[in-house]
């Protein structure tokens, strides 16, 4: 009796710990200010950056570092990056997918995949597949991207890093 009380009191833990919590409501806020930004990246790759400005910071404390090995610090930096993104691949499109949000405070980042395609001035259409992580900061009452970090090393196996 005792072993059958512990294996169903295993199995109601192991039931509670895979079944998702409910995102709280910042959660949400960044998974939409996620889904914005990428949003704002797709206008940027078309020549019209006003949708980036809006989902950024302006602050002098952000970044942004590229799957091509770019580095930009502070708005300036990361308007001019995103310009020229625009003009080196002058076509495609961006998604995010498997989108995981964490928020705490005044603080939150999601992390997923981004696919999509992109064409060179001179080239094919080439597709990619890269982790991004995204990291929000809430100021005046909105969730405003401070850092985004894409990198191209993506597993191939679920639930593997490399």
Request: aromatic share 8%; with cysteine; hydrophobic share 40%.
């Amino acid at each position: 009796m005792i072993a059958v009380v512990a294996v169903l009191g295993f199995a109601q833990t192991a039931r509670a710990q895979s079944q998702p919590a409910k995102p709280s409501p910042a959660e949400n806020e960044i998974r939409n200010a996620t889904k914005l930004f990428y949003v704002a990246f797709n206008s940027a790759l078309h020549g019209d950056l006003d949708p980036m400005s809006k989902v950024w910071s302006h602050r002098a404390d952000i970044s942004n570092l590229t799957a091509a090995g770019g580095w930009a610090s502070g708005w300036d930096e990361v308007r001019a990056g995103f310009r020229n993104m625009a003009r080196l691949y002058p076509d495609g499109r961006i998604a995010p997918e498997d989108i995981k949000v964490v928020a705490d405070g005044e603080m939150g980042f999601s992390v997923c995949k981004e696919t999509g395609q992109l064409r060179s001035a001179e080239g094919p259409m080439v597709r990619f597949n890269e982790r991004a992580t995204n990291v929000f900061r809430l100021e005046d009452g909105k969730w405003k991207l401070v850092h985004h970090h894409a990198d191209s090393n993506i597993s191939t196996s679920p639930g593997v890093l490399r």
